[in-house]
Every structure is written in structure tokens, then in C-alpha cells.
């Protein structure tokens, strides 16, 4: 039975530029004099290192610990030994540094002790934390671990997996060629996959400009149960992207409210389920990936490269061209230029592509907006780019939210058709940063001011605490030291007749003398300490020094107001000098 398809909206068909890197097969790249190995390689934690300088290691060990249950291990790439945990360039447009685990080889590429085992044989929860320790993320390009996306909705049954092979961005390859060389890995991974959701069936999408890709897993797929069905869906940027994808097989559109699992289908890329059978079925975690390297090159091949090669390393094997200029990672309509060639592959690098003023010219200078409509007819999520260009660039952020702003998935349709050469995803990536910025200002503001608002009642409540217990202490010690005060009703001197069951009253308690009495109580305490203290080496002392100490103590005595005569010697003490004209 022929899978029923559906559209969507929008898109655009730019030229694929697809058939020079697809000549030859995946070739193995040669190790690199060091490898660069960022720790933060997916969305979520930063993973935590798990070894130190100095330290030798073997391909697959673990050099970097998953941190939370949104986030992926990190290995290493092969056997070696760590010469420094340092900030090193990222593969990103910022071109900021990230902490990476700097691992010069050995040349041995020894292996760990590998453990296959049976998913069928582990608990799903069991399962889902060995991917996650094997480092397996969505190798499409949005790099999110895989093992948090596959836990079905507890009320929506799993119908569909839809199996993402469309590779729809220009210039890119890897997907093609993994699914022409190794299509029954890929079938065997998606078996795990639907077992873990429980799906009803599985649909493979793959754009029918790969003929050769549709064939061969056509052909692993042949003999398995009925409800495996690999789909050659229309070429149409952005046929690749989930939502999409799932639009065109399944007819169900996915609101950005809600996760697809609420709507019974999830979505995974064709190298992210090969990755996981490799990491179950053979014990291996994520240590390299298939790179295209085309473009501007004179040899444009597919390449599987260890994770953390420098970048220029890779380039160098295509043999780029003189008139090469930059280099874009990823496709051209959603790829970045890279800052440096001392950037590392990471896992999210699918495509390099070398760019010449030829090929990529530089963009024509920024036109105003004529608002023709045009990026509003190919934006596959039904938006409206040119009124959330004008609040972007008004900065009027509350508006673009009011226009779907988090809709959009960056895809370049819009700019890429904008006759005025607007580079409108520009614009909505400065809108989204300063929305996320401007919340987490306010979350940290609204933490600050709950903390001091805790820290003032704490305050308080220690200040009344202490108020109270010395009430209590004031209160108590009259009653320890007077007697109490006789009734004024009398008959014939004897005590008037008080009712048995009168409670006496409370004793009124004057703030004021509470502290007046704390006061005098604690002048008190310390005159008794000065009494009691003990002078020491005051045997030997001469007779001048006996008289300066006793005119000392005279002093003393009339600054405090004691009547001549009645101050005490201290003990151990010369007595007190006769009195003479001179004092």
C-alpha cells in the first residue's frame, strides 16, 4: 500500500548541489597531531570532566560526564593521552572559547573493553541511560540527546516513528551516503527506537532526489514486518526539518506548544539511530561522525572524522582551492561562517563548505523593506517575517512574541528570498537572545529579591525572639528578688479574701526599664569582673611602683563616685599611700 502524502506550506528549491561529493565512498580521516574535544557538545549540562592532565586514556573511555538527564557523555576519540583541560575555540559563529579535553595520540587507536548487549534484555529506563552514557545526540544538527526524546506520552499511545533521511539542505551529503553504505545498521537502530516508544509503525523519509539512498534501505528494510515503509518524499527545502517531515507523511502539524509525542509521533535523524545500535550492539559511544567536506575543493568527498579534529585538518584533505575565502559548517541556508579553522568537529557538524567570492558572493548591501509579501508566502510555519522584521529592528520584543517569534525555525526561506537582501534571520536571532536574556535578568532579579525578602524576616524574627527572651529575663528577676507586695484591702491586718479561682494578673513589662535594667544588670557583672580580677606579678614590686599603682586606684575610685575610704585594695595589692600635699 502506497503511503498517502501530504504538503506544506511554503519552502523554497534552491539549487542541491549535491552530486560532487557523492563520487566516491566514505573514507576514513587520518588521526590529527591533537585532538581538540569540547565537553559541551549538545543542548542541555555541560558535561563534567572525568580526567585529569597527564592522565593516559583509551578510544571510547569517558572523559566527560553527562550532567543531568538533558545533557550527553563525551569520549574520547581514540587511545592517548591528556595533555591539558583548557579553553580552546568553538565551532560556533560567537567564536568563543569552551572548555576541551586536549588528548595527543598514541597512534595504537586501542579500543576499551567493549560490552555488546541486548536492548531487549534491559529494562526501556536502563536502556535510555546507556545512550545517554554513550553520548548519542541528534546527529541531524540540532545535537539534543537522543534518550530524552524517547519516552512516549504516558496518554497518547506511539502510532508513528518517522525516520528522518530527507537531508533537504543543499551542498550536504552524509546522510545520503551513511544510508547508501550502511542501511542495515540504520534498520537495526531503528528497531531499538521502536521498541523503546512502542510505535505502531515506521516511516522512513527521504527526498526522491537520492535514488540510490531509497533503494538501499528499501532493500534492508525488505522482510521485516508490514509497518516499515520507506517514503520518497517531494524535494522541497524544508522537507528535512521535523515538523515538516512529519507534516508530509503523516498529515499531522505539530504546534511549537506542544512536544510531537502528544500527537503520537517522534522524529529522529537516520545517523542518530545508526549511532545507537552501534553503541548498544557493539559497545562503541559516540567518537566520530560522517562529515561532508565539498564546495570550493578540489576533491568534495565524505569523510568519518574523529570528534575534536581540528577543522583545518579535515579541509586540508579536500585540497581546498586558491581562491577559497571562508568556510560555512552546515548547509547554506541554516550553516554559520566559522571563526577560525582551529575549531574542532564536534557532533553537530554534518557539513564544511569551502566558499569562493565565485561561488558565495558577498551579500548586496541591506535594501528597506518594500513589504511585498514574499517571505511570508515561503515561510513553511505560516508566519509573517516582515512585521516581526519591523519589531525586531524597533526592538519591540513583546510584539514579536505576539507574532509567533519562537515559531520560527531559523530554515532561511524568508532571506533567501527578500528582494531587498534583508537578512531577516539575522534579526529574529537578535530578538530570540534578547528575550532569553532579558528573562533570565528578571529570573535572577526576582531570585535576588526573594532572598533578601527571606533574609529581612529572618531578621525580624530573631530581633522579636530576642526581645522576648529578655522580657522574660527582666520580668523573672524582681520576682526572684521582692517579695511580694501586700493587698490593700485588709480586714483587721489579715489578708482579704481572694477568690480560689482568680489568676493573678500578668506583671506589666516597660520596654523601657527592660533595657534601663540590662543596662545596669550587665555594669554590674563587669564591676564584679574588675573585683574579681587577680593582679599578677605584683610581689616584687619597689615602693615607687606600689605608690603609682595606689594613686592609680585612688583615681579610680573617684571617677566611679565611691565615698573616700570604702574601696577595697585589690588582694595581693600595696595598700593605698598616706595622702600628701602632691596627690
Known amino acids: 500500500m502506497l503511503q498517502r502524502l501530504f504538503g506544506f506550506k511554503g519552502g523554497v528549491k534552491p539549487q542541491t548541489h549535491k552530486a560532487p561529493s557523492v563520487q566516491e565512498p566514505?573514507?576514513?580521516?587520518?588521526?590529527?597531531a591533537r585532538l581538540y574535544v569540547p565537553l559541551h557538545q549538545s543542548i542541555g549540562g555541560a558535561p563534567t570532566p572525568r580526567v585529569e592532565a597527564g592522565e593516559d586514556v583509551l578510544k571510547g573511555q569517558l572523559i566527560g560526564g553527562a550532567d543531568g538527564w538533558v545533557s550527553a557523555a563525551v569520549h574520547a576519540p581514540t587511545s592517548g593521552r591528556v595533555v591539558a583541560i583548557v579553553d580552546h575555540v568553538a565551532a560556533h559563529p560567537s567564536g568563543l572559547p569552551t572548555l576541551s579535553v586536549v588528548i595527543e595520540p598514541d597512534g595504537r587507536d586501542e579500543w576499551i573493553a567493549r560490552t555488546p548487549l541486548d536492548h531487549r534484555s534491559l529494562p526501556p529506563e536502563r536502556?535510555?541511560?546507556?545512550?545517554?552514557?554513550?553520548?548519542?545526540?541528534?546527529?541531524?544538527?540540532?545535537?539534543?540527546?537522543?534518550?530524552?526524546?524517547?519516552?512516549?506520552?504516558?496518554?497518547?499511545?506511539?502510532?508513528?516513528?518517522v525516520i528522518n533521511g530527507a537531508e533537504c539542505e543543499p551542498y550536504m551529503t552524509c546522510d545520503d551516503m551513511l544510508m547508501r553504505e550502511r542501511a542495515e545498521e540504520i534498520v537495526r537502530g531503528?528497531?531499538?527506537?521502536?521498541?523503546?516508544?512502542?510505535?505502531?509503525?515506521?516511516?522512513?523519509?527521504?527526498?526522491?532526489?537520492?535514488?540510490?539512498?531509497?533503494?538501499?534501505?528499501?532493500?534492508?528494510?525488505?522482510g521485516l514486518a508490514e509497518d516499515y515503509e520507506v517514503v520518497a518524499v517531494p524535494t522541497r527545502y524544508p522537507a528535512g526539518g521535523a515538523k515538516q517531515l512529519i507534516r508530509v507523511l503523516t498529515g499531522k502539524e505539530v504546534p511549537a506548544s506542544k512536544r510531537s509525542t502528544e500527537l503520537a509521533v517522534q522524529c529522529f535523524n537516520v545517523a542518530t539511530v545508526y549511532t545507537a545500535y552501534r553503541a548498544l550492539a557493539h559497545g562503541e559511544p559516540v567518537?566520530?561522525?560522517?562529515?561532508?567536506?565539498?564546495?570550493?575543493?578540489?576533491?568534495?568527498?565524505?569523510?568519518?572524522?574523529?570528534?575534536?579534529?581540528?577543522?583545518?585538518?579535515?579541509?586540508?584533505?579536500?585540497?581546498?582551492?586558491?581562491?577559497?575565502?571562508?568556510?560555512?559548517?552546515?548547509?547554506?541556508?541554516?550553516?554559520?561562517?566559522?571563526?577560525?579553522?582551529?575549531?574542532?568537529?564536534?557532533?553537530?557538524?554534518?557539513?564544511?563548505?569551502?566558499?569562493?567570492?565565485?561561488?558565495?558572493?558577498?551579500?548586496?548591501?541591506?535594501?528597506?523593506?518594500i513589504r511585498c509579501g514574499a517571505c511570508a508566502e515561503v515561510c513553511p510555519h505560516e508566519l509573517q517575517p516582515f512585521e516581526l522584521y519591523w519589531f525586531a529592528r524597533a526592538?519591540?520584543?513583546?510584539?514579536?512574541?505576539?507574532?509567533y517569534l519562537f515559531d520560527c525555525i531559523e530554515c532561511g526561506c524568508c532571506s533567501y528570498v527578500c528582494p531587498s537582501h534583508i537578512p531577516l534571520v539575522q534579526y529574529f536571532r537578535f530578538a530570540k537572545s534578547e528575550i532569553w536574556a532579558r528573562e533570565r535578568e528578571k529570573n535572577a532579579a526576582d531570585a535576588a529579591k526573594a532572598r533578601f525578602e527571606l533574609r529581612n524576616a529572618r531578621e525580624e524574627r530573631e530581633k522579636a525572639e530576642k526581645a522576648e527572651r529578655l522580657a522574660r529575663t527582666a520580668a523573672a528577676r524582681p520576682a526572684e528578688k521582692k517579695p511580694a507586695p501586700a493587698s490593700a484591702e485588709t480586714v483587721a491586718g489579715q489578708p482579704a479574701a481572694v477568690p480560689v479561682d482568680a489568676a493573678p494578673?500578668?506583671?506589666?513589662?516597660?520596654?523601657?526599664?527592660?533595657?534601663?535594667?540590662?543596662?545596669?544588670?550587665?555594669?554590674?557583672?563587669?564591676?564584679?569582673?574588675?573585683?574579681?580580677?587577680?593582679?599578677?606579678?605584683?610581689?616584687?614590686?619597689?615602693?615607687?611602683?606600689?605608690?603609682?599603682?595606689?594613686?592609680?586606684?585612688?583615681?579610680?575610685?573617684?571617677?566611679?563616685?565611691?565615698?573616700?575610704?570604702?574601696?577595697?585594695?585589690?588582694?595581693?595589692?600595696?595598700?593605698?599611700?598616706?595622702?600628701?600635699?602632691?596627690?
Open 26 to 32: 566514505i573514507a576514513q580521516a587520518p588521526l590529527p
Open 127 to 161: 536502556v535510555r541511560e546507556l545512550l545517554r552514557d554513550a553520548g548519542v545526540v541528534g546527529l541531524g544538527g540540532a545535537a539534543f540527546p537522543s534518550h530524552a526524546k524517547l519516552t512516549a506520552a504516558r496518554s497518547v499511545p506511539m502510532e508513528d516513528l
Open 505 to 583: 494578673a500578668a506583671p506589666a513589662v516597660d520596654a523601657e526599664a527592660v533595657k534601663k535594667a540590662t543596662i545596669v544588670a550587665a555594669m554590674e557583672r563587669a564591676r564584679a569582673q574588675r573585683e574579681a580580677a587577680q593582679p599578677r606579678n605584683t610581689e616584687q614590686l619597689s615602693r615607687e611602683q606600689q605608690q603609682e599603682i595606689a594613686a592609680i586606684e585612688a583615681r579610680r575610685a573617684r571617677v566611679a563616685g565611691d565615698p573616700p575610704g570604702t574601696r577595697t585594695t585589690r588582694p595581693g595589692s600595696a595598700p593605698p599611700p598616706a595622702e600628701t600635699g602632691d596627690s
Open 190 to 222: 531503528i528497531a531499538i527506537f521502536r521498541d523503546l516508544l512502542g510505535a505502531r509503525r515506521v516511516l522512513i523519509g527521504i527526498e526522491d532526489n537520492k535514488p540510490e539512498a531509497v533503494a538501499a534501505m528499501q532493500a534492508a528494510v525488505c
Open 287 to 369: 567518537v566520530s561522525r560522517i562529515v561532508t567536506l565539498t564546495g570550493n575543493v578540489e576533491r568534495p568527498r565524505n569523510w568519518e572524522v574523529r570528534l575534536g579534529t581540528p577543522l583545518g585538518d579535515l579541509v586540508a584533505l579536500g585540497r581546498p582551492k586558491a581562491d577559497t575565502s571562508r568556510y560555512l559548517m552546515g548547509g547554506p541556508m541554516m550553516g554559520f561562517a566559522l571563526p577560525s579553522l582551529e575549531a574542532p568537529v564536534v557532533k553537530a557538524t554534518n557539513c564544511i563548505i569551502a566558499a569562493a567570492p565565485t561561488t558565495f558572493p558577498a551579500s548586496p548591501p541591506e535594501m528597506p523593506c
Open 395 to 403: 526592538r519591540n520584543f513583546g510584539k514579536t512574541q505576539e507574532y
